[in-house]
């Protein structure tokens, strides 16, 4: 038996919902809006979440974000149940369902995801002051050599034409600063500074979720939207993705941005993805 927290506005799917996933022997809270959902998740510590997509208050993609953003929900399984799934949804949702679908056959995903529920929490993110990520971080503080240090930077550069980016950046991700390791397209403030704090950028939750990022306009964003990068810096798409230290903890981040919206896609993580060993072997040779 597991504890779900559903959210669906339509309460003829969310009863069929409630009671097909009863019937497989589990106890579930509904709810029927975007906040109701968040403060269910709070009080009830469920073992899974459903979340439909448009809800009146927040929409399913920003309850996830929400709490994959939070250390104590970060690694519950979530399922995104949508007749139109957002881009993004698959960076956020463990399984992304479109309606219409049979209910036996949410009910046999439900099961699955609650089976890999161990896993999962053994290779959730840390919180920003994690003393083990932080050690890692430190140990990455050294000056670089400059042969490295310019071969990190023909990297970025390659990144941001590989995915038609203006900007592009990876940096180190500290408790409350994210420092600059390497850029192009950033404003000069930012480079002469040496970074800027953690909470001006996504780049906190990407660290405390340890899931790439991937958005469509951050300015409608409403976790997002009035943050410095897009208040200052006016970037609309973002797709960014975490660094990893040997032992496989969130050291850092690299980021592609735009200030046109929908710039991205799930081929910029790919393209990301497939260069960060490169990068990551960049930045390692500090130690």
């Given at each position: 038996m597991a504890v779900i927290v559903?959210?669906?506005?339509?309460?003829?799917?969310?009863?069929?919902?409630?009671?097909?996933?009863?019937?497989?022997?589990?106890?579930?809270?509904?709810?029927g809006t975007g906040p109701r959902a968040l403060q269910m998740v709070a009080e009830c510590h469920p073992d899974l979440v459903i979340l439909d997509h448009g809800m009146p208050g927040m929409s399913g993609l920003d309850v996830g974000r929400r709490l994959r953003a939070d250390g104590a929900t970060a690694a519950v399984p979530m399922m995104m149940l949508s007749a139109s799934a957002p881009a993004g949804a698959r960076e956020v949702f463990d399984?992304?369902?479109?309606?219409?679908?049979?209910?036996?056959?949410?009910?046999?995903?439900?099961r699955d995801l609650l089976s890999s529920t161990g896993d999962r929490r053994l290779t959730a993110g840390r919180a920003l002051t994690d003393p083990a990520r932080l050690a890692a971080v430190a140990r990455l503080l050294d000056e670089p050599d400059p042969v490295d240090e310019l071969s990190l930077a023909m990297e970025i550069a390659n990144l941001a034409e590989a995915t038609g980016a203006?900007?592009?950046?990876?940096?180190?991700?500290?408790?409350?600063?994210?420092?600059n390791v390497a850029s192009v397209g950033l404003p000069d403030l930012i480079v002469e500074a040496g970074g800027a704090p953690v909470e001006w950028t996504p780049c906190g939750v990407l660290a405390g979720t340890n899931r790439p990022l991937l958005f469509d306009d951050l300015s409608a964003d409403p976790i997002f939207k009035d943050i410095p990068m897009v208040t200052f810096s006016a970037v609309r798409s973002y797709a960014?993705?975490?660094?990893?230290?040997?032992?496989?903890?969130?050291?850092?981040?690299?980021?592609?941005?735009?200030?046109a919206p929908r710039r991205f896609s799930g081929r910029t993580l790919d393209t990301l993805l497939a260069a960060a060993p490169r990068v990551m072997r960049l930045i390692d040779k500090r130690r």
């Open positions: 559903a959210a669906e506005d339509d309460a003829d799917v969310a009863g069929l919902l409630a009671t097909t996933l009863v019937r497989a022997g589990h106890v579930v809270h509904l709810a399984q992304v369902l479109n309606k219409p679908i049979p209910f036996r056959q949410i009910a046999d995903v439900a203006p900007s592009a950046a990876v940096g180190l991700v500290l408790d409350t600063t994210l420092q960014a993705i975490p660094l990893h230290s040997p032992e496989g903890l969130v050291v850092a981040a690299m980021a592609v941005m735009d200030t």
